[in-house]
């Protein structure tokens, strides 16, 4: 896969097209005056994709935590959220 580098002055002219294809799964890497500086990807429904969970409970110490498989159906911001006691 290639990541298209476009100046900030191209998306500002061509937004449509840009969003369409990042919609598509594309990405592009942002310019201005020839130096990167930001990067337009897809969003994920998971914030940290790739990303290993180990679950802990609440009020625990570190020493207490044992690696545990988590399901897929358990994105890693609803286990922060659960580790925050926010549900």
Do not use: W
Not at 18 to 25: H, S
Not at 36 to 64: H, K, Q, W, Y
């Amino acid at each position: 896969m290639t990541i298209e580098r476009i100046s900030h002055r191209t998306l500002r002219n061509e937004s449509g097209r840009v969003l369409k294809a990042v919609e598509q799964g594309e990405t592009f890497i942002i310019t201005n005056n020839g130096h990167d500086v930001a990067t337009i990807c897809p969003l994920s429904d998971d914030p940290f994709p790739g990303l290993t969970v180990t679950r802990a409970e609440p009020n625990s110490s570190f020493a207490s935590i044992v690696p545990v498989e988590t399901s897929c159906e358990e994105s890693s911001a609803e286990i922060l959220d659960y580790l925050r006691g926010d549900r």
